[in-house]
């Protein structure tokens, strides 16, 4: 395995995609997330995802104060990657995550790879949510390493606070592709 560089696929999910908190643009970059997959497993890269994971006591939590929509539940329909990917998610490439952006992100890929990789690229979904928090955890914790987000391959809630989120990765020196 080539561990220099690093796919992280944010929280695919059917809810995020086609449930409870649907979005037509995350819809719309399936494909191309399929495609960048599978150009990373030939060139020996490793690939891995993120799954945004709630219990039945979310509506308790602060998010789930702050954004009342049960979604994630771990094991439901919604909780699950995406169809389309999931042949590509091996549940040991998976960290189920209980919030936004992940802590034992950073901690989690050393282990999985030995190393810190010098180049992690993400895509996925929220953009303006997920993806950024962990953008700048992944920034924070390997400042020497290139952390780069592939725009296209991003939805966020809006349009709008999708391209406002790539802007504020970039002012922190993530690199958007």
């Known amino acids: 395995m080539n561990r220099e560089k690093l796919l992280l696929v944010i929280d695919m999910q059917n809810d995020f995609v086609t449930g409870t908190l649907a979005n037509r643009e995350a819809e719309g970059i399936i494909e191309a997330i399929a495609e960048k997959i599978e150009s990373y497993q030939r060139d020996d890269h490793p690939v891995f995802f993120t799954r945004d994971t709630h219990g039945d006591d979310y509506m308790e939590t602060q998010e789930g104060k702050l954004l009342p929509v049960i979604h994630c539940l771990k094991g439901s329909p ?15 490439e998976i960290l189920d995550k209980p919030v936004f952006g992940s802590l034992q992100l950073p901690e989690w890929i050393v282990e999985k ?34 952390v780069s987000v592939e725009g296209a391959l991003c939805a966020g809630v809006t349009p709008e606070s ?4 790539l802007a504020a990765m970039q002012a922190c020196q993530i690199h958007v592709k």
């Open 78 to 92: 919604g909780w699950q990657i995406v169809d389309q990917l999931r042949a590509y998610a091996e549940e040991k």
């Open 113 to 146: 790879l030995g190393c810190a990789p010098k180049e992690i690229v993400l895509c996925g979904v929220c953009t303006d949510i997920c993806v950024i928090s962990n953008a700048m955890i992944l920034k924070a914790a390997f400042p020497e390493t290139v």
């Open 162 to 165: 999708h391209q406002t989120a």
